[in-house]
């Protein structure tokens, strides 16, 4: 149970092989192994500065390691640009919110969905017929399963730059589900947040998992151990560049290793419950 | 900036609604009040004179629509807009002049109608040209760039080659009656002013419309955030490239739509300083609104002409006043921009939104 090669073959959506990754001479990432079941929320922990983001940023096309392999639904991506990996279903928030800014939530929702619009120029520009009605159709989807899954009704006309930082998270994670992705990386979901917005974000993570609509795998980049141990099916312990383990929550919480490399002493995370 | 207030009670029940244009009656009669007041009341009130200032109007207004798009809601600073004015201003007089056009062809008058397309189009091309960088630069080192297709189209490309053609010299005249659309020869200030309007209503609402779509919101977020817009599927560099086209596209039409006004054209007609006037009527209009590019265009000419209306009863008593007009209109323009950054930078449609709204919600302040 729990080892990189349990899983088996077909049920494997994202595989990274051996991965290094120089900045120079910096290796954020060297030798990094990961495989992520379909349907698991598969949690990446690790100190400050382990290369956590790295690894996304590599996942999704941000950066291109200078050695290693990466599959996602046994297409090796290595070289497929970050836009196009969108469209494979590959969906991300950031740590720090990468929102739009200047466009409303339902605008930064609905431009979560573009590659599934089809218009362009021509049939922009004069806005008839199929494309006032695509137009509707997304909005619809939109409302019904987006809006009112997070909770965000009050807000869909707001510009998201005038929104708190936690409402702003939230409209971030909306925009990566208006993708439909199969994969949905989250980077440090629950940074900055409140107890109740982490709980409510805790339990939208869980939502998109587990509920029949949705069933998204998640690579979940977290520091609240309470929430990674709850929410994980699977946990992966990066250390500057180099993987300690990959277990379930148990192992990786008895694993003496883990202990010393970043989670500490046994109450440090009983206190951030 | 966002949505349109309802009044008390009226309600949207569908998504149709929510998405229309003028989404109350208020609005709607409002729309219709102006196109009134646009295609019947100003022809009838003004001379020949407020007419002419209000195609110099319409000319700014198709001219900053493409700083818009791309300044406003594509975030790609340019500043050689002029240059896609010139390209298309040119490319359609000489297939005026120059393209054996079958007689059939001129007798119909589509000549004009079709060198507009193609002059667009050809500006859009050579936009997406200048465009090109943008792959790889952003802002301030963008402005360099897009400074050079000023220099190298109009001072290189046009002075040095295309004024050739025809062994004309430095101007090409339209000889009267070559510019006719259909049945009418556009030979008045009044019918420039009908061209006018009803290129800026298509323009203006083929902008809107996109900006509602997948491609103006694929600009925005570019605009907003260019990395997360890559990571939610949008190819950055062919969305850029779109909007140096589509806002080429708009400067080509401007351009071609303005040797209707004028009897002969060189390239002193544009001048990098052009260039900078059309970054000037966004800046004062407000940046990333279309609202903004009209009320820019209306409040940089109109200023521009009251200006001149009071210089030429002083130039009496001081004619170094008329005498040295351009510099005078120069530091007002740089005057105006000073004013309007330091205290309203959001521009004058913040200013009309406020008002709006102010209204909307009257009799309460909030």
Not at chain 1, 116 to 123: Q, R, V, Y
Request: hydrophobic share 50%; charged share 15%.
């Amino acid at each position: 149970m729990g080892g990189t090669t349990a899983i088996k073959a077909d049920d494997v959506l994202l595989d990274l092989k051996d991965i290094h990754m120089y900045f120079g001479k910096v290796a954020a990432l060297s030798g990094v192994s990961l495989q992520v079941r379909k349907g698991d929320i598969h949690s990446v922990i690790g100190p400050n500065g382990a290369g956590k983001t790295v690894m996304m940023n590599i996942i999704n096309g941000l950066y291109r390691p200078q050695k290693g392999e990466i599959r996602f639904k046994g297409q090796l991506i290595n070289n497929i640009r970050p836009y196009q990996r969108a469209s494979l279903g590959m969906a991300r928030t950031f740590q720090k919110v990468e929102v739009f800014g200047g466009m409303t939530v339902l605008d930064n929702i609905r431009l979560g969905r573009h590659i599934h619009f089809k218009s362009g120029i021509l049939s922009g520009a004069i806005y008839a017929g199929r494309v006032a009605r695509e137009e509707i159709e997304h909005r619809r989807f939109i409302e019904e399963e987006i809006i009112d899954l997070l909770e965000i009704e009050h807000i869909r006309h707001k510009p998201v730059g005038m929104l708190p930082y936690g409402l702003q998270k939230r409209v971030e994670l909306g925009r990566a589900l208006a993708l439909e992705p199969e994969l949905l990386i989250l980077d440090e979901p629950l940074a900055g947040l409140n107890l109740e917005e982490t709980e409510d974000m805790a339990r939208f993570v869980i939502d998109v998992n587990e509920d029949k609509r949705w069933k998204v795998t998640c690579l979940l980049v977290e520091h609240d151990m309470g929430v990674v141990m709850d929410l994980s099916h699977q946990v992966f312990v990066l250390n500057f560049g180099n993987m300690i383990m990959n277990g379930t929550p148990q192992e990786v919480q008895n694993n003496p290793q883990v202990i010393k490399a970043y989670l500490g002493e046994e109450d440090m995370y009983a206190t951030r419950r | 900036m966002s949505t349109t207030f309802l009044p008390c009670g009226e309600y949207h029940q569908s998504y149709h609604e929510d998405h229309a244009w003028w989404q109350t009656k208020f609005i709607k009669g409002k729309m219709i009040l102006l196109m009134l007041v646009l295609f019947g009341g100003i022809p009838y009130m003004a001379d020949s004179y407020w007419i002419s200032v209000c195609n110099q109007v319409g000319y700014t207004v198709l001219g900053a629509l493409g700083v818009q798009l791309l300044i406003g809601f594509c975030g790609q600073v340019t500043l050689g807009h002029a240059a896609f004015l010139a390209v298309g201003a040119y490319t359609s007089t000489l297939l005026i002049l120059e393209f054996p056009w079958p007689k059939f062809f001129l007798d119909l008058g589509l000549a004009y109608p079709i060198s507009i397309l193609a002059a667009a189009v050809v500006a859009g091309v050579w936009s997406v040209l200048f465009g090109l960088p943008s792959a790889k630069v952003k802002g301030f080192y963008l402005i360099l760039t897009t400074m050079a297709a000023q220099f190298v189209t109009v001072d290189f490309v046009i002075t040095q080659y295309i004024s050739q053609i025809g062994g004309r010299g430095q101007a090409f005249s339209l000889p009267p009656g070559t510019i006719k659309i259909g049945p009418w020869v556009i030979d008045s200030d009044l019918k420039i002013y009908y061209m006018m309007l009803v290129l800026v209503i298509l323009l203006v609402a083929a902008v809107v419309n996109l900006l509602r779509s997948r491609v103006g919101r694929a600009w925005v977020a570019i605009r907003d955030n260019d990395i997360s817009a890559e990571v939610m599927g949008i190819n950055v560099v062919q969305y850029k490239l779109f909007a140096f086209f589509v806002a080429g596209f708009i400067g080509g039409v401007a351009g071609a739509f303005w040797i209707s006004n004028l009897a002969a054209i060189s390239p002193e007609h544009f001048p990098w300083f052009w260039s900078l006037w059309l970054v000037g009527v966004i800046l004062i209009g407000g940046v990333g609104s279309i609202h903004g590019t009209i009320f820019g265009s209306i409040f940089m000419v109109v200023v521009m002409e009251l200006l001149q209306m009071a210089v030429i009863p002083l130039a009496s008593s001081y004619p170094k006043l008329l005498m040295d007009f351009l510099f005078i209109k120069e530091a007002a323009f740089g005057l105006a921009i000073c004013a309007f950054m330091v205290f309203e930078p959001n521009g004058l449609a913040y200013r009309w939104w406020q008002a709006k709204n102010y209204f909307n919600l009257w009799p309460f302040s909030y």
